[in-house]
């Protein structure tokens, strides 16, 4: 079987400029990168197919030997087909990209930022439990007289964000009607001012 | 004509159910009843072939009048069959749920219109790609599920979804262009792509390109399947999408790519030469995954690392490549869709009642709706593996494998096996303990929707915030029990389930009923377990 060495060169040089593009942040050039590795693919698939023979056209008096193999076309026209509609979906994807973010590169996940951020203190796993967690308020006990029935079960660091942020209708990081906001602020409410990160929603 | 002769029907129907949604794009009545019927109406069908394949029929049905192994050639056999019913099942049960949520938003709009074809279009590449019997067919079939996956994955074309997209667009196309290197080797090395002939003709090669091939296929499956290294793109692209979208991504995308690796090392490559290299990787999976579980609070996040960890079991039970680790790996691989769907829509539900998937937001959700708590427990805990379910028994089968085994190795995958079921436990149980247990004003940052006195009526995550919605309409709710209880179907069943695995697993190794369907009675079948494989 003899090969078409200048096909396996081209592929090459597609495939290392398309592994370099795929590499980069920018969208459009992943895109490219993409595509080039397609085509390069494509180079190898038609290199499998052997020497360049005759068209697969049958006649009668040809050996079978001396035609082309068909059947890698076959497979390189489908693989044209499938990085097409890649490609046009990619488009559509970068285009959204840049109406929604003015720029051309992938954007980090939030969310994974944040849980990379957080440190490995858990508030409610590792804090400190209070001696008395019961759901029983302790004035059945008689230790105080104080009403702690609707504090938390992590009722020693409620006790110290129960002070309430001024009437708004921001709450938990939530934007809300005021009238639900009015319906939330019941006394022992624990909302606290909203985060910066909001729960990454 | 036999019942396998259908088994095309298990492709064309969900096409032709795609265009014919298309076309009533306008109708979205007629398009949820067009789409729920024809699914119903397939499922029936793989139920036949099933039944069909039930006793060790495997079958092979021939397209296009070219006889193999030129030919497209669509194979019955116990595994792709139980993998056809499985999938189906599942996915008929996320489109009755994705309707509900439809009716229930009231939402009319272009990207919910386009779900049902996109959907159907998904469901009949998973089809295909259990079915093929060529490698290239193979290629085709994850081709379309993963074009229509791309169109779901960013539905709607919002900030983050587009952003996850992104990646997840990039790695599959990655995955596919490996995948077609690898088919235009193959097809240098030995001039075919039909499967069954593939595992005639790889065993004359020597050892070398052998392994070369070996390796770029399963690298290849290995990032659709989400192994470690190749299973970072998951976590970072499921949570984005919808809920209904993200749970059939993953109780079905991941699995395809574990059918192939499967396919790969029982037809293509039998023997042991990487066994060693893949229970490694299975070992990393598997602990991995659950360490990056444990660090979420986001549930959605948190499932899709379980579902990175629990592939590892599945890839466990595939390179012990003996009868019982074979067997439990299927059965582990139906289980584990199940499973991971209804968690994923359980958690589809709480986000609506509970107005986020942030565990530091949720909390008192078992007394605000004991449904809820009890759809999202019983998958819980069958997840981590508790007693008497159908993962405790999955899990039990891999273990018993592996002790059978008797390597180190595999005595380190068991201890992980356990370790990981373990820290699934706590996982689950910090959700359990958060979302439900404690009080919502408990929560760090807690919901308003958990904090309203009268929760009934208020905006949902999925609608405008002057637009009133059901938060638990009776249709998600129902499907989400039906697959739950699908769950414990495969536990009260697991005896003849077990023994359909086993039976797949015995006809995977021997090869011989594969090939002798496709290429007929008369092709010699090359020594089993011989690591050469010579005829």
């Known amino acids: 079987m003899s090969v078409n060495l200048t096909l396996l060169i081209v592929m090459g040089a597609l495939y290392a400029c398309g592994i370099y593009l795929i590499l980069e942040r920018s969208l459009t050039r992943v895109l490219l990168g993409l595509m080039l590795l397609a085509n390069a693919t494509n180079l190898l698939i038609l290199a499998t197919g052997g020497y360049a023979g005759l068209a697969p056209l049958f006649a009668k008096d040809i050996a079978a030997k001396d035609y082309n193999d068909p059947l890698p076309q076959a497979l390189i026209l489908t693989s044209i087909v499938i990085s097409f509609a890649v490609t046009a979906f990619m488009l559509g994807i970068i285009y959204r990209t840049w109406l929604l973010a003015r720029q051309d590169e992938i954007q980090d996940d939030a969310e994974d930022r944040r849980v990379a951020a957080t440190p490995s203190f858990d508030a409610e796993d590792d804090a400190e439990v209070p001696a008395e967690t019961s759901e029983f308020p302790l004035t059945m006990l008689g230790s105080d007289g104080m009403d702690v029935s609707d504090r938390g079960a992590s009722g020693a660091d409620a006790g110290l964000q129960a ?35 909001g729960g990454g929603k | 004509m036999t019942i396998a002769s259908l088994a095309p029907l298990a492709v064309v129907l969900p096409i032709l159910g795609a265009a014919l949604t298309f076309l009533l794009i306008r109708h979205t009545r007629a398009q949820r009843g067009v789409s ?15 039944a069909s394949a039930w006793n060790g029929g495997t079958a092979a049905v021939t397209i296009g009048g070219w006889l193999p192994p030129f030919g497209i050639v669509m194979v019955v ?16 049960a996320v489109l009755v749920y994705a309707t509900g949520q439809g009716m229930a938003d009231g939402d009319h709009d272009a990207p919910v219109s386009i779900f049902h074809p996109t959907y159907l279009i998904l469901v009949a590449g998973v089809s295909n790609a259990f079915l093929s019997g060529d490698l290239f067919n193979l290629y085709v079939g994850f081709e379309i599920l993963l074009t229509a996956s791309y169109v779901l994955m960013t539905l709607g074309g919002t900030g983050p979804r587009i952003r996850a997209g992104v990646t997840y667009v990039v790695v599959s196309v990655v995955s596919s262009v490996l995948f077609l290197i690898a088919i235009a080797m193959v097809y240098g090395a030995t001039g075919t792509v039909n499967m069954a002939d593939l595992a005639l003709k790889l065993g004359d090669l020597d050892q070398g390109t052998r392994t070369l091939l070996h390796v770029m296929l399963l690298v290849a499956f290995g990032i659709k399947a ?34 192939a690796m499967v396919r790969t090392e029982t037809l293509l490559f039998p023997g042991d030469t990487l066994n060693t290299p893949l229970m490694v990787a299975a070992l990393l999976t ?60 359980v958690t589809g539900l709480i986000e609506r009642r509970g107005g986020s998937s942030s565990v530091d937001r949720l909390g008192g959700l078992a007394k605000l709706s004991p449904m809820l708590a009890l759809l999202f427990f019983i998958p819980g805990m069958n997840l981590a593996g508790i007693p008497p379910f159908s993962g405790f028994l999955g899990k039990v089968g891999l273990l018993q494998a592996g002790v059978e085994l008797g390597t180190p190795l595999a005595y380190a995958l068991v201890t992980g096996g356990v370790v990981t079921s373990l820290l699934t436990l706590l996982a689950i149980a910090r959700v359990w303990n958060r979302a439900f247990w404690r009080r919502p004003t408990d929560a760090e940052h807690p919901d308003p929707v958990l904090l309203a006195p009268q929760p009934v009526r208020v905006a949902g995550p999925g609608a405008k915030l002057n637009s009133t919605v059901t938060l638990l309409p009776r249709t998600m709710v129902g499907s989400t029990a039906a697959l739950v209880m699908v769950g414990v179907a495969l536990t009260v069943f697991a005896g003849p389930l077990f023994g359909l695995s086993d039976r797949a697993a015995r006809d995977m190794l021997d090869r011989g009923p594969y090939i002798h369907a ?12 011989a690591a050469g494989g010579t005829r």
């Open chain 2, 286 to 345: 598997m602990v991995v995954g659950i360490l990056g579980a444990l660090a979420q609070s986001d549930i959605k996040r948190l499932l899709s690392f379980t579902l990175v960890s629990h592939i590892g079991y599945m890839v466990f039970g595939l390179a012990m490549s003996s009868a019982a680790g074979l067997a439990a790996a299927v059965f582990y691989v139906a289980h584990h869709i199940t499973i991971q769907t209804s968690l994923f829509l």
């Open chain 1, 163 to 197: 002070d309430q942020p001024p009437a708004t209708v921001l709450a938990g990081g939530r934007e809300m009607s005021a009238e639900h906001a009015a319906a939330e602020e019941k006394p022992g409410s624990l909302n606290i001012d909203p985060s910066p990160e």
């Open chain 2, 226 to 259: 989400a192994v470690f290294p190749l299973s970072f793109w998951l976590p970072d692209s499921y949570p984005t999408a919808p809920a209904p979208v993200t749970a059939v991504f993953a109780g079905l995308l991941t699995k395809v790519g574990v059918y």
């Open chain 2, 36 to 50: 729920i019927a024809l699914l119903s109406l397939t499922l029936a069908l793989e139920c036949l072939l099933l």
């Open chain 2, 518 to 529: 496709v290429l007929g009675d008369a092709a010699a079948v090359p020594g089993t377990t």
């Open chain 2, 77 to 92: 056999d116990q595994f792709s069959s139980l993998m056809l019913v499985v999938s189906s099942a599942v996915s008929l």
